[in-house]
């Protein structure tokens, strides 16, 4: 017994000792990235996507649960629809800031302004082309005339908000001494996070997160804004540019559930979510309850009518599904020979065993134990020679198949 009490005090002090330890590696060393869900103003302008103002409160609603810090609620001076929706959704969600997109225009902006009338939270999300190529052939005017515009865009958005975005469009391509100018003109006009989007996707992932270093380490006021990244798809490198701004310096990510956006679309939000989940190396976390990103992605697919491709990382079909004899077998012996994630940790009930002619005696023999029936080893050989028949017919083989496949053999033995 003195010997036991001896050790307990220890025990505990080590135990406590780790746990302190734990709460700050995760409150001092973790980095909070804040994210930016932009399905209901980028995401929504995919043709056939359009929702009314009644979907758009529900998808709200389904991001605050989830977790979201900053929703996008629309571009207030593209209709009088997608006002009043920037409107009613101020009104129905009141955790997280609601965000109304403007051009670098008075009039946009005032559109903004009013429409976050009764948002808890608000901000404003302005900003101007930033590439030559964009201030050449879409402005049609200078860099130094684009500074001016940006810094009074700016001044006029904090009229209406304490919290200003500013987006430097197609940055991805601008020039980079312009493009931190641009950057220093902006947060010291008054903007509190300034938007450094890869708006083509045109980028490499080691030159996008060099460009972020590039802004961190020669903006003077830098630490005066966070800088957030905004990541299109058209390579399909939009979650890896993400990242590698992400570990560069920027603090807020914008993002659309199940990627969906302008042309091939936007940074995932499930994506970049479980990425940081699963590496904890990145020192990084968010406030994304993961086990809502499933329920999430279907009523976003389902209101949008846009389906999830089945191949879809993390919220596909087949993310969860083993289809190879080899991948079963060893699935079926321990889930993480070949699953980083648990499904349940992203809302999925569980992996699914989809049988079919690759398929091997061990998932054979699953799926006739999970509806109930046992056999030996003789009789499985037997049940799986007609098995692989079967399959090379109807080339998924379900459970009624396999009832009718057992139905035969006792058949044949009666």
Not at 10 to 29: A, C, E, G, H
Not at 178 to 199: Q, S
Not at 282 to 290: A, K, R
Not at 336 to 347: A, H, L, R, S
Request: glycine share 6%; with cysteine.
């Amino acid at each position: 017994m003195e010997a036991l009490k001896r050790i307990a005090p220890r025990s505990f002090l080590s135990v406590f000792k780790d746990y302190l330890s734990n709460i700050y590696i995760i409150i001092v060393m973790s980095k909070q990235v804040f994210i930016f869900d932009t399905t209901l103003r980028d995401g929504e302008q995919v043709p056939g996507c359009q929702l009314n103002t009644a979907e758009k409160i529900q998808v709200a609603k389904a991001l605050e649960e989830l977790g979201v810090d900053i929703i996008e609620a629309g571009f207030p001076i593209s209709s009088p629809g997608d006002f009043q929706s920037v409107v009613e959704i101020s009104k129905a969600v009141s955790r997280p800031v609601v965000c109304a997109l403007s051009r670098a225009k008075e009039e946009d902006i005032d559109a903004a302004g009013q429409a976050l009338k009764y948002a808890k939270r608000k901000r404003i999300h302005t900003g101007i082309g930033s590439s030559d190529i964009h201030i050449q052939h879409k402005l049609k005017t200078t860099r130094e005339k684009v500074l001016e515009m940006s810094a009074a865009a700016v001044k006029h958005a904090r009229k209406y908000v304490d919290d200003v975005e500013f987006y430097a469009e197609d940055a991805g391509r601008a020039d980079l001494e312009f493009l931190a100018r641009m950057v220093e003109t902006v947060i010291a006009a008054g903007a509190t996070v300034v938007n450094v989007p890869d708006t083509t996707g045109y980028t490499l992932p080691w030159q996008f997160g060099e460009r972020i270093r590039y802004i961190m380490n020669n903006v003077p006021n830098v630490d005066k804004a966070m800088i957030s990244v905004h990541c299109h798809n058209d390579l399909g490198l939009a979650t890896a540019n993400s990242i590698a701004g992400l570990h560069n310096g920027a603090r807020q990510v914008e993002v659309t559930i199940n990627g969906i956006g302008e042309r091939a679309g936007n940074t995932s939000l499930e994506e970049v979510a479980m990425i940081i989940k699963s590496h904890p190396s990145l020192e990084m976390f968010t406030n994304i309850n993961t086990e809502r990103i499933y329920a999430v992605s279907r009523l976003v697919e389902r209101l949008m009518n846009m389906p999830v491709q089945p191949n879809k990382a993390i919220v596909g079909k087949n993310a969860f599904a083993h289809s190879s004899g080899i991948h079963q077998d060893g699935f079926l012996k321990h889930r993480e020979n070949y699953e980083i994630i648990d499904p349940k940790d992203v809302g999925v009930p569980s992996s699914e065993i989809i049988l079919t002619a690759r398929s091997g005696r061990h998932a054979l023999r699953h799926r006739l134990e999970r509806l109930g029936y046992m056999f030996g080893k003789d009789e499985l050989d037997e049940i799986y020679k007609r098995f692989l028949l079967m399959a090379d017919e109807r080339k998924q083989i379900e459970d009624q198949d396999l009832l009718e496949l057992i139905g035969v053999k006792e058949a044949a033995n009666a």
